[in-house]
Structures are given as structure tokens and as C-alpha cells.
């Protein structure tokens, strides 16, 4: 079992930077890929990045490849979504999700989520 719970969503302009957060509870959180997601108003939750278990591996979404990145910190429990050059199609809510797998891309991969956190870019 795993708690996901994000943090550091905002309101920022287009072009800014801002970093998301999510702090995993539990000893195993190695052994899960994790990934972040986003959902828009009127669209489905769509894929953003993913990292592998000891974050030697990612992959992203071509709508945000060079703009975002996503790495791991695994003695803090914690993964992170960094987002630069933000867009307004960017506006989202952000969620953090765990995987048994050890990368995956799809939302039905995920075992757990988060409960999201609000990214609102300004034009």
C-alpha cells in the first residue's frame, strides 16, 4: 500500500518554471515506477513522465519533452516533476502515481495515485 501526496502547484506565467512534488509514504518506494500525469478541463487524464524504479531510466510525453523533468529521490521518498517554459496548455491538475512496473506510460499501469495538485499557466 502507497500514499501519494502532491504539492507545489500554482499559478505562474507562461514561460516560468515551477516544481512539483510527491512524498510516498512506505519502505518499498524503490520498488515502484513512478509517474506523473495531468488533466485538463474537458480532456482525459494524459501521461506527462515517468521514471524507473532507481530513476535510471524516464520518458515523456513529446507535449513536454526538453520542458519537464522528472527525477526521484529515493532516501527522501520523495519524485519530482521540474517544468520549465511553462504554457498555457500546460494548465492542468497534476497527479503522482505509483507502478508495480518498473516504467510505464499508460493510466491503467498505475496502482496508485495522489490527489492532485493544481498548475494554472497565465498567457
Known amino acids: 500500500q502507497v500514499q501519494l501526496v502532491e504539492s507545489g502547484g500554482g499559478l505562474v506565467q507562461a514561460g516560468g518554471s515551477l516544481r512539483l512534488s510527491c512524498a510516498a509514504s512506505?519502505?518499498?518506494?524503490?520498488?515502484?515506477?513512478m509517474g506523473w500525469f495531468r488533466q485538463a478541463p474537458g480532456k482525459e487524464r494524459a501521461f506527462v513522465a515517468a521514471?524507473?524504479?532507481?530513476?535510471?531510466?524516464?520518458y515523456y510525453a513529446d507535449s513536454v519533452k526538453g520542458r519537464f523533468t522528472i527525477s526521484r529521490d529515493n532516501a527522501k521518498n520523495t519524485v519530482y516533476l521540474q517544468m520549465n517554459s511553462l504554457k498555457p496548455e500546460d494548465t492542468a491538475v497534476y497527479y503522482c502515481?505509483?507502478?508495480?512496473?518498473?516504467?510505464?506510460?499508460?493510466?491503467?499501469?498505475?496502482?496508485?495515485w495522489g490527489q492532485g495538485t493544481q498548475v494554472t499557466d497565465s498567457p
Open positions: 502515481a505509483a507502478t508495480v512496473r518498473t516504467l510505464a506510460t499508460m493510466t491503467s499501469e498505475y496502482n496508485y
Open positions: 512506505g519502505r518499498t518506494f524503490s520498488s515502484y515506477g
Open positions: 521514471i524507473s524504479w532507481r530513476g535510471g531510466s524516464t
